[in-house]
Structure formats: C-alpha cells, structure tokens
C-alpha cells in the first residue's frame, strides 16, 4: 500500500511539473500572458501555424477574408499592432458569404455585414492596447477564426 501511495504521489508531482513547464513556456516568451490567450484560442485555426505576423510601425493593415485553398481562412490568421493602427478586412469573393465578428472573450467589439462580394471592405481601428479575437460566423464550425494582438508601442511586446 505504501509502494502505491507513492507511485501515485510520484506521478501527480510529474503532471504538475509538466503543466506548470506549459503554461509557463507562453508566459516566459511573452512576458504580457496575451500571446498565449491567441494561442489558445487559434490553435485550430485555418491557416494559423503558430506564427504571429508583426505589423506594428504601420497604420494600416491588410487581412484578406476567404483566403486558402477552400476560401476559409483569414490571412494572415493573427497579427500584432500598434494601438491606432487601421485593419481592413478584404474579401476575396471565395469561400462562400463570410463576415468578421468579434467574439465573448475579445477585448473589442465589432461586426461587419455578412457578404460573398469580391473586393468588399469592413474597417476598424484599434485604439486601446487589448486583444481583439473574432471569427466568421458563417464559418466557425469550419474554424475560420482570426486574432490581432494591439500593444502600446512602449509595450515592446516580441512576437
């Protein structure tokens, strides 16, 4: 009984060392814990590898919407911005009727009209530091989600 017990003991100690070395792997790159909230909620998203694309120094910013082999992804899928910088969403016109809205969790609040027309535009500019985390309606089972990370300049944050 006294081998059990510590076997048991032995193997909870190794769950938690492997939990904490987890979730402390995004909080030590990121040293403002955001990375890790896009992370994990883009971690099945269509075209998100991981990669954050940095478009601070910018003030406008480019994401088309219907991107991918099948029309279903954002492109890029997640970027980072300085706070006052304009994001455009432009639909590609594939992929079906498509539309960009913010979800319970993301710092902002926004909604574009649902379309399949080519060329349309929904813009938004992003003035306070935060997380904006939104998908397509349409197309959330499909996983069509997107994520922008918006930091003070002063902030510093490293993708």
Known sequence: ?????????????????AVTGCLGDDETDQPNGTPARIHTFMRNARGFDGTIIDHR???????????G???LAFAPA???????????????GH?????????????FSFASDITRDEGHTYTETFDTSGV???????????????????????????A
Not at 1 to 17: D, E, F, K, N, S
Not at 79 to 88: F, H, L, Q
Not at 145 to 150: C, F
């Open 1 to 17: 009984m006294h081998r059990r017990r510590h076997v048991l003991g032995m193997a909870l100690c190794g769950i938690g060392i």
């Open 57 to 67: 120094d910018e003030s406008e910013v480019q994401v088309e919407v219907g991107a």
């Open 95 to 107: 992929g079906g009727r498509h539309d960009v809205a913010s979800i319970g969790g993301s710092d």
């Open 78 to 92: 997640a970027i980072r911005v300085d706070a006052g910088t304009t994001v455009v969403w432009e639909w590609t």
């Open 132 to 158: 904006a985390l939104y998908e397509c309606r349409p197309h959330r089972a499909q996983q069509m989600l997107g994520a922008i990370d918006v930091v003070f300049p002063e902030d510093d944050v490293m």
């Open 69 to 71: 082999d099948q029309g």
